[in-house]
């Protein structure tokens, strides 16, 4: 799969992480990344925040390697952007390429999310 770096911040050498181009993230694989909860959780607070957020200022309630993996899966699919910013790792949602490939997607996941919250009490 072509990957892309030129749409985020320069990493130091060696600290450049693949990201899907715009054209060839799959819906498939988005829809994979959003139907689980804890990633789920991390676009919320991605999409409510102005701007990258570090994965740790993201609450999970798993271990750090599983924290690891779901941002993994998020990234790979395309639905967000890392770079590293010293030792932090920054997290951006791609909601230009997404709503772009995908139009509407994006927020109507989001406010499904929100009414079952809302819903469910969480």
């Known amino acids: 799969m072509p990957t892309q770096t030129s749409s985020t911040p320069e990493s130091p050498a060696g600290r450049a992480l693949d990201h899907p181009?715009?054209?060839a993230i799959r819906l498939e694989d988005v829809l994979h990344a959003l139907s689980d909860p804890m990633r789920l959780r991390v676009v919320r607070a991605l999409d409510a925040g102005a701007?990258?957020?570090?994965?740790?200022?993201?609450?999970l309630p798993v271990s750090k390697s599983t924290c690891t993996h779901h941002y993994r899966v998020l990234r790979e699919s395309g639905v967000v952007s890392q770079i590293y910013r010293g030792t932090a790792k920054l997290n951006a949602l791609r909601?230009?390429?997404?709503?772009?490939?995908?139009?509407?997607?994006l927020d109507a996941v989001l406010l499904a999310a929100a009414r079952q919250s809302d819903r469910l009490g969480h």
């Open 95 to 105: 909601r230009e390429d997404l709503d772009e490939l995908f139009p509407g997607l």
């Open 21 to 23: 181009e715009r054209a």
């Open 51 to 59: 701007d990258a957020l570090a994965c740790s200022e993201i609450e």
